[in-house]
């Protein structure tokens, strides 16, 4: 029978997010007394050198390397960030938030959205996003920290996750990863060498020469899957139809000193920009389909609509929306750009490394790899890359713009089965039925959903148990405490002064 050999050796191949994200979760958690962890990174090639807009769940993995908040926003250059808001998506002229804290409070065992649109239905004025503390926030320019344990109970605590500098993260998670004993290597892989009976990676050649072996192979390199696609050929989930656009031209520009809470998605003729405001600078992007428009427009478009002078020449990415059909293969794992692309509209991809990192720790093949876990892995990153997808999908399908072939064609486009059912339970019955494990809950669904102009028909019954002065009284009680909320929190920029400066 054959033995799988044991993990002592881990090698990442490449330097950007996804690599020194995996290298300091492996350094933090598995240590480097019995494992021998290795990155290689050309500077040569470099990061694709975008990627500055996470969700909150990057909290958990920054406790996990027991990261200090205010140091990590210092370090990074970050701000605070309560939501993205989303202009001229479903009309031009209209825009709503999509925040990363809950709307209002559930009632009787049912969600906020069933009493809002009950009101709604008997003539209600006050919008959904009126009842959310961090779109409430967003507005005002304001952020704090709060635990929610304080407040009374239609307080939840504030949820948020950070805007930063890509290259500031990838730095500081080096120094974090050497500091407790992670390799670099800098240099260029050019060839690698497997096992001939198991097709297992053995090792990785570099331009010097210099081999460098390993019994674990994690390829961080970016879309070219030097690992998973040039060796393995694991094929590749094209998902254009659904999500056109294919390339982006980005830019940072002069901070315009306002230092939004948020980051803010513009619906565009061709795709959409991204405008990210950090402390030093704003991050910019024009995320667009060339069928539709040209580099050189898409270029031009995104200079003249800066609010600030720019800090460089516009770059050009070129990607295809999808998934590399097994992530792991072998001995081999891909995260990052490498393991496929889900385009930037809800800054996922950060968060999708993140969750490769703790299933592969959950799993880790510390005597072997079991080839059941393989399958168990690939099936749950493709199960977390499916529901991303829907739920982008329906930012573009639900619009009422049609001025632009691009709108035509999105607004127009038929949809994976499990996103018109899911549509469907929603204009009936105001649900969206998340499961558990699904990235974006109920309320990241409704915002958006609402947002772009799909408003329940029907509510659930329990809603119409209480009385019409009860359910006036309950909704305004739950605005006032937002609205008290918000008042005594401090504008963001004076937030971070005070709490992430240089000590
Ligand atoms: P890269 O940054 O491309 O790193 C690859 C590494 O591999 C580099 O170090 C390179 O030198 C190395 N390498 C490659 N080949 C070799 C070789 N032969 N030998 C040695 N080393 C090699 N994500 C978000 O979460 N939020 C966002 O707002 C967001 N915006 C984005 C906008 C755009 C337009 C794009 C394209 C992506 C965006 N992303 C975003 C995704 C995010 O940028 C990536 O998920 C993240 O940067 C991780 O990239 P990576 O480390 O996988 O790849």
């Known amino acids: 029978m054959n033995k799988r050999p044991a993990i002592n050796r881990i090698v990442i191949v490449g330097g950007g997010t996804a690599g020194w994200m995996t290298a300091a979760a492996l350094a933090k958690v598995l240590g480097t007394q019995l494992h021998d962890i290795t990155l290689v990174e050309s500077e040569m090639i470099g990061t694709v050198g975008v990627g500055e807009a996470t969700i909150p769940m990057i909290q958990l993995y920054n406790n996990v390397l027991g990261l200090d908040e205010d140091e990590f926003v210092r370090e990074t250059n970050a701000t605070f960030k309560l939501g993205i808001e989303f202009v001229d998506w479903r ?38 996003s009126r009842f959310n503390a961090e779109t409430e926030a967003a507005g005002k320019r304001r952020f704090m920290r709060t635990s929610g344990e304080t407040g009374p109970k239609t307080m939840p605590a504030i949820n948020y996750a950070f805007q930063f500098d890509a290259s500031l993260y990838a730095a500081y ?7 407790r004993g992670a390799k670099r290597i ?64 980005a830019v940072p520009c002069e901070s315009a000193g306002d230092w939004l809470p948020y980051t803010r998605s513009t619906a565009r003729e061709a795709g959409w920009q991204w405008r990210i405001p950090l ?67 809800e800054s996922t991809s950060i968060h999708l490394i993140q969750v490769a990192i703790s299933k592969l720790l959950a799993m880790f093949p510390k005597n072997g790899i079991n080839p059941r876990l393989v399958t168990r892995y ?59 494990m699904e990235l974006f809950k ?23 148990a209480i009385s019409e002065d009860e359910l006036r009284l309950r909704l305004t009680q739950i605005r006032t405490g937002i609205q008290n909320r918000v008042e005594s929190m401090p504008e963001h920029r004076e937030f971070v002064r005070q709490h992430c400066a240089s000590p």
């Open 279 to 345: 402390q030093h600078r704003t991050g910019n992007g024009y995320v667009y389909c060339d069928q539709y428009i040209s580099e050189d427009e898409a270029a031009e478009k995104l200079m003249s609509r800066l609010d600030a002078p720019a800090m460089a020449d516009p770059r050009t990415l070129r990607f295809v929306t999808g998934r590399r059909r097994r992530c792991w293969i072998n001995n081999c794992l891909a995260f990052g750009l490498s393991s496929g692309f889900l385009e930037p509209l």
């Open 442 to 464: 109920e309320t990241s669904w409704y915002a958006v959903l609402v947002g772009q102009g799909l408003e329940p028909e029907g509510y659930h019954p329990v809603a119409d």
């Open 186 to 249: 800098e240099g260029k892989v050019v060839d690698v060498t497997q096992c001939p009976e198991s097709g297992d990676i053995r090792s990785v050649t570099l331009e010097s020469g210099q081999v460098i072996e390993g019994d674990l192979f994690i390829d961080c390199s970016g879309f070219r899957g030097l690992l998973i696609e040039q060796v393995y050929k694991a094929g590749y989930d094209d998902w254009s139809h659904w999500l056109p656009v294919n390339r982006a031209v």
């Open 173 to 179: 998670l080096r120094r974090y990863s050497e500091k």
């Open 378 to 436: 690939n099936d749950e990153m493709d199960y977390e890359y499916d529901n991303v997808k829907d739920f982008l999908i329906a930012h573009y399908k639900i619009t009422e713009r049609d001025d632009t072939p691009f709108w035509q064609y999105v607004r127009n486009m038929d949809i994976p089965d499990s996103l018109q059912e899911r549509l469907d339970i929603f204009k009936a019955r105001g649900e969206v039925m998340a499961r558990q």
């Open 91 to 128: 009309k031009l002229g209209h825009s709503y938030f999509h925040p990363f804290g809950n709307f209002g409070v559930d009632m009787d065992g049912i969600g906020f959205i069933h009493y809002w649109a009950r009101w709604k239905q008997s003539g209600g004025g006050m919008p959904y």
